[in-house]
């Protein structure tokens, strides 16, 4: 599936210029592989094979974006409740796996958040996407979008998926000596710190290649 051919409808009005430049810069190129690699674990491929991909269990997920309480721009994660899975006790975004009902990834990604946060976003706040991501350890194909609420939501979280609802600020995750280092599983891997909570894994992979879009010139404004 090509993203880029995905057509979005996201006005411009009232929405800030930073916003505005990342929604011009997701309608052209995007980084991809280049910019994900730099907060991949050490273990992770860098390919895989077609059979891989089409066998995988298709998901979305949803980087929401609004101003704070400050004024200043920042992305909702969450800490998943503790199950039994490989991601439990993670931080993430909001999303998860593709339902029958679902008529599209757009669709997938707006009912999980309404579903864990309990907020109801549109396709008219879809910014754009960013490049899809697939995830070995829990076999998922997964398509990130961007979206932007001109308001701070009010969170209603499901507490049987989400254990905590983090603020991040995308001041914070744009500075290099926000990410480090750490060791998770006997392993260093890249990523960063939240709340005293460790954004590492596909989220920061996603997140790398969010912040490249976002400090990039506005080489594909209209």
């Not at 059979?51 to 929401?64: C, I, M």
Request: some cysteine; hydrophobic content about 40%; glycine content about 6%.
């Amino acid at each position: 599936m090509n993203l880029n051919k995905e057509i979005f409808n996201f006005s411009h009005e009232n929405v800030p210029e930073q916003v505005v430049a990342l929604s011009n810069r997701l309608a052209g190129p995007l980084p991809g592989l280049i910019a994900q690699i730099k907060a991949a674990p050490p273990y992770r491929p860098t390919s895989f094979e077609i059979s891989e991909l089409e066998s995988a269990r298709k998901a979305a997920v949803l980087w929401l974006m609004y101003p704070n309480q400050e004024g200043m721009i920042e992305g909702v994660l969450i800490e998943r409740a503790e199950y039994d899975g490989v991601h439990s006790k993670q931080v993430g975004m909001p999303g998860g796996e593709m339902e029958l009902s679902d008529t599209d990834y757009i669709d997938t990604a707006l009912r999980e958040c309404r579903e864990e946060l309990g907020i109801a976003v549109h396709r008219k706040n879809v910014l754009g996407a960013l490049s899809p991501l697939y995830i070995p350890p829990s076999n998922f194909y997964v398509m990130p979008y961007v979206a932007w609420l001109h308001t701070r939501p009010v969170w209603s979280p499901d507490e049987r998926e989400v254990s905590n609802v983090l603020g991040c600020k995308m001041s914070y995750i744009s500075e290099p000596e926000t990410w480090k280092s750490y060791e998770v599983n006997g392993m260093q891997v890249p990523g960063f710190l939240l709340e005293s909570r460790l954004v590492w894994g596909a989220t920061a992979m996603i997140i790398a290649e969010l912040m490249e879009c976002w400090k990039l010139p506005d080489t594909f404004a209209a």
